[in-house]
């Protein structure tokens, strides 16, 4: 395994959120030696404690402090959703690389404005967390598609579930509405998944066709508010009932440019599934399944002769797979080594790549913007009743 897995000179970095996702960042980028110098939070006292956890030596008061340590070089944003816009906007007007947690923003007209400024500072990395593009074998399927190994894509299937807002008393802000598509679990894991299809075969989603579901049209709300992920059983808290509209569920159809069909599912309320995404990809001479709880298991399917099942080892990948394979295989590589393998990718183009000019390898904000289309997009199908075209 020769691929770097360190980045020398890479500039320092500094994380805004200290929820779920903000310390994980913290961790992926000290292991590929990028220090972290500060941590912003929802309120000075609660990033401090996390700080103190994490080991991040200082905490801002807010943005405009962080911005103004000369320190940071790379701003990574793991903030509420509504959040990203003023976040992303002003870090990159401050001259900053940014890394920004899916999605992007809560607007296509918000992602837009962003992926315009980004292209107007072209020696700044502006790159969104799609990190599942990161397991080994998603590389290994999307290479030996464009190898043509099984042949015509006819269709992607799969789903994206989850079961940590099962019950009424599972709370999370994610629940209450952004203000701009006021999705929930299509925005924050449907992304996850349009993007992962899109990048496996090769070409953009061009239609959706959408229905939501609510199963709790209530729910109960900690006074001080939760954390993703932490769960309400066995603990007994001040809370008050308040109205849902956001989704606990949705059923997508799609059809892809060139005539690919498709169709996913995702669900925060599937019981026993903690963080589950599957793959299913039907070629005219074989298919692929994928899944994330798994991640170093990749099934061939073939007619003309036995299914395979492949386990991750970097000496039988693609070489576009095997460079984000650090492990020898039996060694698995999961949901931690995503975010160094992007990590990597990001400030290995920081420091090498933008003097060239060379084109961003890793997910830009032009991919954030065109997943906030997709949910505008679903949205809408879902509310009339119809096949929508992403705008
Ligand atoms: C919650 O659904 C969450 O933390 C997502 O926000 C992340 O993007 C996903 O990787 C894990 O689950």
Redesign the pocket.
Known sequence: MGSPIVVPDAPAAAVIGGG??GPVHVEALRRIGVEVVGLLGSTPDRAAATARRIGVSRVYRDLDELLADDRVGVVHIASPNAQHFDQARKSLEAGRHVVCE?PLAITGSQTGTLRDLAGSCPTQAAAVNY?IRYYPLCREIRARIADNEIGRVLSVTGSYV?DWLLYPDDYNWRVEPDGGTNLRAVA??GT?WMDLAQYLVGEPIASVNADLATFHPRRMRPVGGSE??LSSIGRARLAEEIEVTTEDHAAVLLRFRGGIRGVFHVS?VMAGRK?SLTMEIAGSEGSFAWESESPDRLWIGSRHGPNQLLSRDPALLRPAAASSSHYPGGHVEGFPDTFKQLFLDVYGWIVEGRSTGDTATFPTFIDGDRELRLCEAIARSASEGRWVEVG
Do not use: E, L, W
């Open positions: 779920f996702i899916k990190n989850q924050d894991i996850h993703t992920f925060q963080n």
